[in-house]
């Protein structure tokens, strides 16, 4: 299986550096292997020229009867070849063995190979299947023949070969040396740059989408003559510039809470009164027309339409606000009980289905308020689903927590909606018919709650079938 390649800067700066060094050394060793290489044939092209070819010429007295048939070894090193070549053909081969003369049975191939040499004195490399590899010359004789001299390549190759390995040897312990310095070095240049990604990661993690943020300090020691320091001091720019807009945030959305708040308590008692006036007037023994009755009853209507949201407003306030809630025992089991009973007398087309354990559940909390969190999932389930729909209320018991779910087969939340629908004043006017007397504030005052008693809420809908879940802790 492939090994992936290193994915973090500090192992591609360091793999990097460990490939620039083996091109490096791979070039070195190329080139001082050929130049040793080019250095040897050289001492080999100038022994060659020094011998003359006189090796080769003696071995044309095997032709002459009258002459001495011992070829001429004189001062010739051992394994040189010597070749006579008469119109193409060679006619002589010999190789000095033990400081005498040697012949040589040549193949077909072999003879080819000598006769193809230029005789014009410079050195070639050719490969004998008899002998191997071998440096000739090539020259002309005094009877207009060609005198070929050779000494073997073998030395060459071995003395390059062994270079080679001493080279292969030193510089694979300098790339290893060269890898486990680099990585050390490399390491410790990228220190900085690992406090940045501690300080970018611990940022993070902080819940900056509401609440008061308490921002980490700025990263110390920042170089800006480096490139890590250079990241640390823009890291810097930008969180201070996050902590500012973060404490402009929240205090807008402090005077925002404190306006709702206040608008909140302040409208309370007008909208009494005039519910008040209305109520009067609708007791009133006299006649009334009939248009100034139905206008009254408008007034009635709408003047405990906007209690319901005054009091959501304030409600909503007060959880932003952070303020404290009870934390005494609530039977949850009761608590469905008394909300389904409230449900099935509002909504007397829907069907009721309740999933209770046999023991009560409780859980700590404020009963008040875990009343209406669930008593507002029951009335969203009957208010933005048609008669005839069975709605299930399902209550989970384990030692760590409590779930309630509410269930409905409904035509389901359009799922471009999903994402915003505990937001404030949202309804799903495209999927789920919208009846009067709807806030938009129900879900919202149901996350906020949960949220407020450290629990979640989650939706799971789609056509046919939509859930809230709500989890509580026991503890």
């Not at 993070?204 to 170089?223: F, K, Q, R, V, Y």
């Not at 009334?288 to 007034?299: K, N, W």
């Not at 289905?353 to 909390?365: A, I, Q, R």
């Amino acid at each position: 299986m492939r090994r992936p390649p290193p994915r973090t800067l500090r192992g591609q700066l360091t793999a990097g550096l460990v490939a620039l060094l083996a091109l490096a050394c791979l070039g070195v060793g190329i080139t001082t292997a050929l130049a040793l290489r080019g250095f040897l044939l050289g001492r080999l092209d100038d022994q060659l020229s020094a011998s003359g070819g006189r090796f080769a010429a003696s071995l044309e007295h095997e032709a002459r009867p009258d002459a001495d048939n011992r070829a001429d070894t004189r001062g010739q090193a051992e394994s040189t070849l010597g070749a006579r070549l008469l119109n193409g053909r060679v006619t002589q081969a010999a190789v000095v063995d033990d400081a005498t003369d040697r012949h040589l049975r040549l193949t077909d191939g072999d003879r080819h190979t000598l006769a193809a040499v230029p005789a014009d004195g410079h050195g070639r490399s050719v490969r004998l299947s008899t002998l191997g590899a071998y440096r000739v010359t090539a020259v002309y004789g005094d009877d207009q023949d060609i005198l070929i001299t050779g000494l073997p390549l073998h030395p060459v190759e071995e003395t390059v070969h062994r270079l080679e390995a001493v080279e292969a040897a030193l510089f694979g312990a300098a790339l290893v040396v060269t890898g486990i310095a680099g990585a050390v070095w490399v390491r410790v240049s990228l220190r900085p740059l690992q406090r940045v990604t501690a300080r970018a990661a611990e940022v993070a993690g902080l819940p900056l989408a509401s609440g008061e943020i308490a921002m980490p300090g700025p990263l110390p020691d920042t170089d800006p003559r480096t490139e890590v320091g250079q990241v640390g001091t823009a890291l810097n720019h930008m969180l201070g510039h996050v902590e500012d807009a973060l404490t402009r945030r929240q205090a807008s959305e402090e005077r925002l809470r404190q306006f709702a708040a206040d608008a909140s308590h302040e409208l309370r008692t007008p909208v009494a009164n005039i519910r008040g006036h209305a109520e009067s007037a609708l007791r009133h023994p006299g006649t009334v027309p009939g248009e100034v009755h139905h206008a009254l009853e408008r007034i009635d209507a709408e003047s405990q339409r906007m209690t319901r949201l005054v009091d959501d407003l304030l409600l909503l306030a007060r959880l932003d606000a952070g303020r404290p809630l009870e934390h005494e025992p609530v039977d949850l089991t009761l608590l469905i009980l008394n909300a389904t009973d409230d449900a099935r007398a509002a909504g007397p087309g829907h069907h009721w289905v309740l999933d209770l354990p046999e023991e009560p559940v409780t859980v700590p909390g404020d009963a008040h308020r875990l009343q209406q969190a669930i008593g507002n999932l029951l009335a969203n389930a009957r208010t933005h689903t048609p008669p005839g729909t069975e709605v299930t209320i399902t209550l989970a018991a384990d030692p760590a927590d409590v779930s309630v779910s509410v269930s409905d087969d409904g035509p389901g939340i359009p799922e471009e909606l999903q994402s915003e629908v505990f937001g404030r004043f949202v309804r799903a006017d495209h999927a789920r018919s919208r009846s009067t007397g709807s806030t938009g504030l129900g879900l919202s005052i149901v996350h906020a709650v949960i949220t407020a008693h450290d629990g979640i809420i989650t939706l799971d809908s789609s056509p046919g079938r939509t859930t809230f879940r709500l989890t509580l802790p026991r503890r």
